[in-house]
């Protein structure tokens, strides 16, 4: 977004990332979780982090996305109190659970001194942090709503041509590797799959162990790169985005977040299937997005697919509302509010 902006770029990890490679120890976790709840105190990761930010001449530091830069944004304030401090939120929280949510909002509150500035990437979300996450304590916090996107070279270069199948289809970019230790509740799709496919709608996903049954309408792949995947993308009738919010005690991660595959999915100029119930966040980013197919149920969600001539007029204008979505449209807005946060401090 930056970058054709001439806006002088540089990239630092967070400590987490930057020390990964040392060995964990009962003493090293117990530093990390003081350091969580008060700041970052490695030296060497602090050395490091000053000495590069003093060399580039830095006046702001954007961090992403979640909870984990907070204590590297405390120790950076402190020690450079004139860097404005920018945390950009494209998910939060990420717990779906109470405990891990009340966990996740009071290290935001702790930290929302040490910070400058928030990037939201929906006005749901942005609501949900003034209201529920900060209240008076994030008065003093200017914001901007970036709507997330990938860069233009990311976008399918050829429309579709061939359709992957002649009758009702859905890709679904979400994960299926489900013994993954990074997987949670709300990424086990199996039971919408399931209803999917006795509803005689093919279900195209990448293969996996867990999904792997042998149903006739099920059309597993294999894994793509990002390229790849949005190239192949506007074969199919619709771009799945749904999670399964039925495992999940706390839904709020689901409706505040944009998630990745919902960029991939406008990338690509298909159009964009999504449950009627919850998802805000999603639906607020889809707002201009003339290629939706909003369903109550499974069977609503096939009859809607059935209709060939419809999907085909929703094909032709998803593919024309790609350049809605690309990260340079968003440049201009994202550098404003940048130079209105150095203004600010020299004022």
């Not at 050395?47 to 961090?63: K, N, P, S, Y």
């Not at 309408?217 to 919010?245: C, E, K, V």
């Not at 960029?263 to 980013?285: F, M």
Request: charged letters at 25%; a positive charge.
């Amino acid at each position: 977004m930056l970058a054709i902006q001439q806006v002088k770029l540089s990239w630092l990890p967070d400590s987490i990332s930057a020390l990964e490679g040392r060995p964990r120890s009962r003493a090293g976790r117990l530093r990390r979780l003081v350091d969580q709840l008060t700041h970052t105190r490695d030296r060497e990761f602090l050395d490091r982090t000053c000495r590069h930010l003093d060399e580039q001449g830095t006046e702001i530091v954007i961090a992403y996305w979640g909870t984990r830069p907070l204590a590297d944004l405390k120790a950076i304030k402190q020690l450079r109190p004139h860097i404005k401090i920018v945390l950009m939120v494209l998910c939060f929280p990420l717990a779906l659970d109470t405990p891990g949510l009340k966990r996740q909002h009071w290290f935001m509150r702790r930290a929302a001194s040490s910070i400058d500035g928030m990037l939201y990437s929906n006005a749901y979300m942005q609501e949900y942090f003034e209201r529920q996450v900060f209240g008076r304590g994030g008065a003093h916090l200017k914001s901007l709503i970036l709507r997330p996107c990938w860069p233009l070279s990311y976008q399918a270069k050829t429309e579709r041509r061939e359709p992957a199948s002649n009758q009702p289809n859905l890709i679904y970019v979400g994960r299926t590797d489900l013994s993954h230790r990074t997987v949670h509740a709300a990424d086990d799709l199996r039971p919408l799959m399931a209803e999917i496919l006795d509803n005689q709608i093919e279900l195209h996903h990448v293969r996996s162990p867990e999904t792997t049954d042998g149903h006739p309408y099920r059309r597993p792949f294999a894994p793509l790169d990002q390229a790849g995947l949005i190239a192949t993308m506007a074969a199919h009738d619709a771009s799945l985005i749904a999670y399964n919010a039925a495992a999940c005690q706390r839904t709020e991660r689901l409706e505040l977040t944009v998630p990745d595959r919902l960029l991939t999915s406008v990338a690509a100029g298909v159009p964009v299937a999504i449950p009627a119930e919850g998802y805000t966040g999603a639906k607020q980013y889809l707002a201009d997005y003339p290629a939706v197919l909003v369903f109550d149920s499974v069977p609503d969600l096939k009859r809607q697919l059935s209709d060939r001539q419809c999907i085909r007029e929703m094909h032709e204008s998803a593919w024309k509302a790609r350049n809605l979505y690309t990260a340079e449209k968003q440049g201009d807005t994202l550098a404003e509010f940048l130079a209105t946060l150095i203004a600010n401090a020299s004022v």
